[in-house]
Structure formats: C-alpha cells, structure tokens
C-alpha cells in the first residue's frame, strides 16, 4: 500500500518520503472547485505550477503526481509544463465523457503515468467506456465529489453500497492501479482509518491519500515539531497493514460487514443533525 501525501512544501516532501511515504501530490486542480466545495469544510489547494519544480527536486526518488484541472483549453500547456517540471504521474479529475480521457492521454503520450481521478455520475455509469483506454494506468476514485454528484449525505457511502467494489473490480479487469478516498488516523473519524485500510485491502487498492486531519499537526504546531508524530502514525499505518493482509477470509468479509454498519450509523447520525439544525433555524 502507498500512501499520498498532497503538499507543495519540500521540507514536508522530503521528510514524508524519508518517512514511507512513496507518492507525493502537488494539486493545481482550482478550476470549478470553488463552486463545488467553498463553504463546505474542505480543503481547496492553493499550490502554484512553479511548485512542481521545487517539489520534483527535493524529492527525486519519489513519485511526484500532478493533479491538473479538468480538461479546457489550457490543458495542453498545463500538462507540458508539469511534465517539463518533473511530474512522474498526472491526474485528471471531474472528467465525464470517454472522450475526455482519450484526449488528456494523448497529450500525456506516454511521458508520464496518466491517472484518471472518477468523481463525476456520468463517469461512473460510462466506466465500462473507458476503464480499459489504452495509456491510462490508473483509476482512482475521489469519494468527497463523487459522493455529491450521487446525492449521498456521507463520504463513505459510495464504499458501503457497492461503488467502490463496481469500480476496482473494472480496474483490476483492465489491468490498471486502483485507489480511493483518504484515510484518517486509525481511531479516528466516522470511519475509522483501521476499517477504511482494511477496505483498501479487501478492494486490491495499492493507494489512499492522507487525509488533512491525518496532517493537522502540520497546520497547529510550529517548525518541525510535527515530524515525530508523523512519523509514528505512518508507522502505525504500516503495521496495521500488515497485519490486516493477514486476514482471514471470513474475518475480511466480517470487516466489510462493519464497515458498511459503521457508514449506516454516520449517515443516520448526519440526518439527524441536520434536521436538529433545520428545527432550531
């Protein structure tokens, strides 16, 4: 299992790498995702396309992706320069159509690793169009949009019902890397980091991106005091897979089991704080 780090820090890169972290992110996507996610708690990437260059360099050994914007008329200026830059692997998010990916592939030409990040409802019902796209290497699956666009309360939802399982099954049948969503800590969260790992596993996923609340000792404590905590935790991540690969198979299906529980009882907890709220309003 890999695990993403997004940030356009080199001194972060660098100490995640050298922590066991073996992909890191620099997220450019900004088009439209104001309108989709401002005012909803989550977090909007403010890096810059110079930032590529300086991550790509503190961190040679590592798999650099780029996360560019939905395909437009920039996008081939886009792609050149982050590839120009270093990018090992780019990434396309909130495409919809087959046609789409075709074109972000053909201007990626084999340079770097294409991955298409699936968001969108008309991606999900066309997967079957263009899972098996020659020059696409991965599909990950990006649950904070995906789960809107499917009127879900709950990030998770498209886990417990059956999406995720859909989406991994056409990836592994093409061939392609599959991923999805991010993780939390291992005790934290609605679902808890522990259960989603265990999904990642049951799902043949090779990689999850570290969540923000992952991070937050980044963001509240000064200089470098950050590192050991980090450290550690990706170190609990590690073991933790480790030991979930051992699993039995009842034991996996009993996970799943209280996974999707578990998703139940957060949406079921998330509707009725929203109609607490609606009733005081």
Not at 10 to 27: F, L, N, T
Not at 37 to 44: D, E, K, M, P, V
Not at 207 to 212: C, F, G, K, M, P
Not at 256 to 261: I, K, Y
Request: with cysteine.
């Amino acid at each position: 299992m890999d695990w993403i780090q997004i940030t356009n820090q080199p001194e972060v890169a660098a100490y995640a790498h050298a922590s066991g972290v073996a992909r890191i992110m620099v997220d450019l996507e900004q088009m439209g995702k104001q309108a989709r996610q401002g005012g909803l708690g989550t977090f909007i990437s403010d890096h810059r396309p110079q930032d590529v260059a300086i991550v790509s360099r503190a961190v040679p050994q590592a798999e650099l992706i780029v996360r560019v914007n939905p395909l437009h008329d920039a996008s081939r200026n886009e792609i050149e320069q982050a590839i120009a830059a270093g990018a090992d692997s780019l990434m396309l998010p909130m495409f919809e159509r087959p046609e789409e990916l075709r074109a972000f592939t053909a201007l990626v030409a084999g340079r770097a690793r294409s991955i298409a990040l699936l968001e969108t409802r008309a991606a999900l019902e066309s997967l079957s169009a263009w899972s098996g796209l020659p020059g696409l290497d991965e599909i990950y699956v990006g649950l904070n949009d995906l789960h809107r666009q499917l009127g879900q309360r709950f990030m998770f939802e498209p886990l417990a019902d059956g999406t995720v399982d859909h989406v991994a099954q056409a990836a592994h049948a093409a061939g392609k890397r599959f991923g999805f969503g991010g993780i939390a800590r291992l005790d934290e969260g609605l679902l808890p980091g522990r259960v989603v790992l265990g999904e990642h596993l049951r799902l043949g996923s090779t990689s999850v991106i570290l969540s923000r609340t992952f991070n937050r000792e980044m963001y509240e404590l000064p200089g470098s005091a950050w590192q050991e905590v980090y450290r550690s935790e990706i170190a609990r991540l590690r073991h933790c897979a480790q030991v979930l690969a051992a699993r039995t198979p009842s034991e996996v299906e009993s996970d799943r089991l209280l996974a999707r529980d578990l998703v139940a009882k957060a949406v079921a907890a998330l509707a009725q704080s929203r109609a607490a709220q609606a009733s005081t309003a």
